[in-house]
T-cell receptor, first 113, second 111 residues
């Protein structure tokens, strides 16, 4: 069974631009959650989707948004990029709506210059 | 909101020795506590978890204990091996949805 796939693996963007990251969950998993990982702030929860509905959101500004499609694939978008948005963005999928037993992808390394 | 403190931030042990990592949480409503292992260049991998209605769980060389009264939980790794070297994160979920992670522990197992 294929794991969680995140694309692209690496991305370099300029301040002010926007970016879209993609996540394909494990087949059959309907819950997808997103996290930001930085050396200074550690792992922080961004948001979680189940059956195309956002069920929870972390403490991030509105520049961070996401969505989930009917096939459970998810995208997250960051608009008006700032230098501080440079981070590893991780996606995780879970077989159940309660977001437990999460399986992580390898992440997308975003660098904002 | 929830606050999770994790200690120590770095830990070096000799191969074969045991390693213990501790986390404390602040929200008594938190009810699910997983531990993740993250190797360089990879995403976190769930290694063991425990729910609030259980005090201890073991899986081969790895065990987790939970003290709800004191609001702390610990990861125990016995007979450590070099491949156990990684960064370990604890996390606390409230209502199985809202999650807060610890700051991570870098474990080094010295052969």
């Amino acid at each position: 069974k294929a794991g969680v796939t995140q694309t692209p693996r690496y991305l370099i963007k300029t301040r002010g631009q926007q970016v879209t990251l993609s996540c394909s969950p494990i087949s059959g998993h309907r819950s997808v959650s997103w996290y930001q990982q930085t050396p200074g702030q550690g792992l922080q929860f961004l948001f979680e989707y189940f059956s195309e509905t956002q069920r929870n959101k972390g403490n991030f500004p509105g520049r961070f948004s996401g969505r989930q499609f009917s096939n459970s694939r998810s995208e997250m978008n960051v608009s008006t990029l700032e230098l501080g948005d440079s981070a590893l963005y991780l996606c995780a999928s879970s077989p159940r709506p309660e977001n437990t037993e999460a399986f992580f992808g390898q992440g997308t390394r975003l660098t904002v210059v | 909101g929830e606050n999770v403190e994790q200690h120590p931030s770095t830990l070096s042990v000799q191969e074969g020795d045991s390693a213990v990592i501790k986390c404390t949480y602040s929200d008594s409503a938190s009810n699910y506590f997983p531990w993740y292992k993250q190797e360089l260049g990879k995403g976190p991998q769930l290694i063991i978890d425990i729910r609030s209605n259980v005090g201890e769980k073991k899986d081969q060389r790895i065990a987790v204990t939970l003290n709800k009264t004191a609001k702390h939980f610990s990861l125990h790794i016995t007979e450590t091996q070099p491949e156990d070297s990684a960064v370990y994160f604890c996390a606390a979920f409230r209502d199985y949805q809202k999650v807060t992670f610890g700051t991570g522990t870098k474990l080094q197992v010295i052969p």
